[in-house]
């Protein structure tokens, strides 16, 4: 069993930055391949980035490309997502999910393990 965690969420102006964290604790997570998604009230979860187990390349959405990144500390076991220029319209939970097979994935129904989620509100 995967347990993860994020923090680093908070309230934030716009064009601020912010960086979550997603701490892995369990065997071989640190193998996983990473996701993090967002939703807000009313709508599906997203997509907004992930890094590979395997060979740790990296994955973004359109609206993420060139302001976020995503990177890993595997001695920590600990996936990065740090946030920059932030909008009002980047205002939403935030989930880390893993997937064991450490391959490329980018939909939710590939990730098996999901976080509880850190709030990310950005003011205007």
């Known amino acids: 069993q995967v347990q993860l965690v994020e923090s680093g969420g908070g309230l934030v102006q716009a064009g601020g930055s912010l960086r979550l964290s997603c701490a892995a604790s369990?065997?071989?997570?640190?193998?996983?391949?990473i996701g993090w998604f967002r939703q807000t009230p009313g709508k599906e979860r997203e997509f907004v980035a992930s890094?590979?187990?395997?060979?740790?390349?990296?994955y973004y959405k359109d609206f993420a490309r060139g302001r976020f990144t995503i990177s890993r500390d595997n001695a920590k076991n600990t996936v990065y997502l740090q946030m920059n220029s932030l909008k009002p319209e980047d205002t939403a939970v935030y989930y880390c999910?893993?997937?064991?097979?450490?391959?490329?994935?980018?939909?939710?129904?590939?990730?098996?393990?999901w976080g509880q989620g850190t709030q990310v509100t950005v003011s205007s």
């Open positions: 890094i590979s187990g395997i060979g740790s390349s990296t």
């Open positions: 369990g065997r071989a997570s640190s193998s996983y391949t």
């Open positions: 999910a893993g997937d064991p097979t450490g391959t490329i994935a980018t939909m939710k129904s590939e990730f098996r393990y």
